[in-house]
């Protein structure tokens, strides 16, 4: 049952406990105590809001920023990714398993000289910090599950 209840709130975190209820075939009590046990256990993190940027506010820029990094002694890339997570533009820090870059940090700002000064005098200026690569986003598809484009296009793609 965790598993569906996961699922079904990835796809829609304010559906109600008696829609939850009624999907599962138990109790909407049942359900609540459910999601309530999985918060308590920390499975689940929290719940967020998937903006249409463009509707919302353009002017919003979003980045991938690869990094190179040292790891420290004792502690390895775990340090310098807390250190990264802190700063309010950041929306997340992932360890890479392979590749030309060890973290993945993904970014909003402003406009893109606010990310650009987020770069070069906050990332880069970090101890153990070897080389950035940053990509910015242009336009956002899908996010987590859910359809951000949802203009319809017909079928010679033309519009």
Same mark, same amino acid.
């Given at each position: 049952?965790?598993?569906?209840?996961?699922?079904? %709130?990835?796809?829609?975190?304010?559906?109600?406990?008696?829609?939850?209820?009624?999907?599962?075939?138990?109790?909407?009590?049942?359900?609540?105590?459910?999601?309530?046990? %999985?918060?308590?256990?920390?499975?689940?993190? =929290?719940?967020?809001?998937? %903006?249409?940027?463009?509707?919302?506010?353009?002017?919003?820029?979003?980045?991938?920023?690869?990094?190179?990094?040292?790891?420290?002694?004792?502690?390895?890339?775990?340090?310098?990714?807390?250190?990264?997570?802190?700063?309010?533009?950041?929306?997340?820090?992932?360890?890479?398993?392979?590749?030309?870059?060890?973290?993945?940090?993904?970014?909003? =700002?402003?406009?893109?000289?606010?990310?650009?000064?987020?770069?070069?005098?906050?990332?880069?200026?970090?101890?153990?910090? %070897?080389?950035?690569?940053?990509?910015?986003?242009?336009?956002?598809?899908?996010?987590?599950?859910?359809?951000?484009?949802?203009?319809?296009?017909?079928?010679?793609?033309?519009?």
């Amino acid at each position: 049952m965790k598993n569906e209840i996961i699922r079904i %709130l990835q796809q829609n975190a304010r559906i109600s406990n008696s829609a939850l209820g009624e999907i599962l075939g138990i109790p909407p009590e049942q359900a609540a105590a459910e999601i309530h046990r %999985l918060e308590q256990e920390g499975i689940i993190r =929290g719940y967020s809001v998937i %903006l249409d940027d463009d509707k919302f506010d353009k002017s919003t820029v979003y980045a991938t920023i690869q990094l190179k990094v040292t790891p420290q002694r004792d502690c390895g890339f775990d340090d310098i990714a807390k250190t990264i997570m802190m700063y309010d533009e950041v929306e997340s820090v992932s360890l890479m398993s392979s590749g030309a870059y060890d973290l993945s940090v993904e970014v909003k =700002g402003g406009n893109l000289k606010d990310v650009a000064y987020f770069v070069s005098e906050r990332l880069a200026t970090i101890d153990g910090i %070897l080389s950035t690569s940053t990509h910015f986003i242009l336009k956002k598809y899908k996010e987590k599950g859910i359809f951000i484009d949802d203009d319809e296009t017909d079928e010679r793609g033309l519009g």
